[in-house]
């Protein structure tokens, strides 16, 4: 099988459970989001070598996965107390971390593992607020955010190849091009126009807004997670999906839109 179609088959079925977990059962995002975010830890433990205090990314994995499921349990109330949380957790981080055998030696560990924590855990967290509106279940503003993702990379992929001439950030992804960039914001707007008509939980406009942010704010994690794959000297983050790399290569662009997505529902729309 070509790169090509391997790409495009493993694509598929990565969308399909994708669509399935997220829009028809809360239990299924649930799934979703779990995976991402254990998927993505075992990934940044490997981007950060930090093969010698796995303990510590295995106690953040667990409670992470705890306060995943304690929100979905109590749908939305559970943002209003997101920070406290998350500061609890990074506590109980720097307690086994000053306790632990050799904590003198590896002074950098827990500020590593806090940043794969937070990293990780402030979007998959807030992507179930995405999904409740009031909380009341309504995954449309969250499967919209995945398909204008979709629709940004592929156009930005398909523009750069064929018009790419200068390069957006050389230096974190040398492939990355100012035109590829404006091709996937211009495909991001034209979906998200199209949802509009698809889905009008939200105005034309507030769409189109929501897409920009996706876009936009998606790129940049696309090229966060570049500088991290440098720094670690990898091409990838991993390779659980054949032909895509590692979770992390698949859902920068989700991590980074997230969180500025949850700001403009929550206080610019509903």
Same mark, same amino acid.
């Given at each position: 099988m070509s790169e090509l179609a391997k790409r495009a088959l493993f694509g598929s079925i990565y969308?399909? #459970? #994708?669509?399935? %977990? #997220?829009?028809?059962h809360p239990s299924g995002l649930l799934f979703i989001l779990s995976l991402i975010y254990v998927m993505g830890m075992i990934e940044m433990k490997h981007l950060q070598n930090g093969q010698n205090f796995g303990l510590l990314y295995t106690s953040a994995s667990l409670l992470g996965i705890f306060a995943l499921v304690a929100h979905l349990s109590f749908s939305y109330d559970f943002q209003d107390h997101l920070l406290p949380f998350m500061a609890m957790v990074i506590l109980a981080l720097f307690l086994q971390h000053l306790f632990s055998k050799g904590s003198e030696t590896n002074s950098d560990r827990l500020s590593k593992v806090t940043f794969s924590f937070i990293y990780l855990f402030l979007p998959t967290s807030l992507a179930i607020s995405?999904?409740? $509106? &009031? %909380?009341?279940?309504?995954p449309e503003y969250l499967l919209g955010l995945f398909i204008i993702l979709w629709a940004n990379d592929t156009a930005a992929f398909l523009t750069g190849k064929k018009f790419g001439k200068h390069k957006l950030i050389e230096r974190l992804s040398p492939k990355k091009s100012i035109e590829g960039f404006v091709g996937g914001l211009i495909g991001s707007l034209l979906v998200g126009f199209a949802l509009s008509k698809f889905w009008p939980i939200m105005s034309t406009i507030e769409w189109i807004i929501f897409s920009a942010i996706v876009a936009i704010f998606g790129s940049i994690g696309d090229l966060f997670q570049s500088s991290l794959k440098r720094s670690a000297g990898v091409k &990838? *983050?991993?390779?659980?999906? =054949? +032909?895509? +790399? +590692? $979770?992390? &290569?698949?859902? &920068? *662009?989700?991590?980074? *839109? #997230? =969180?500025i997505v949850y700001f403009y529902l929550r206080y610019f729309t509903y």
């Open positions: 969308v399909a #459970v #994708v669509i399935a %977990g #997220v829009f028809f995405i999904a409740y $509106i &009031d %909380g009341i279940w309504q &990838d *983050s991993g390779n659980i999906i =054949p +032909g895509h +790399g +590692g $979770i992390l &290569d698949r859902l &920068d *662009s989700f991590l980074f *839109s #997230v =969180p």
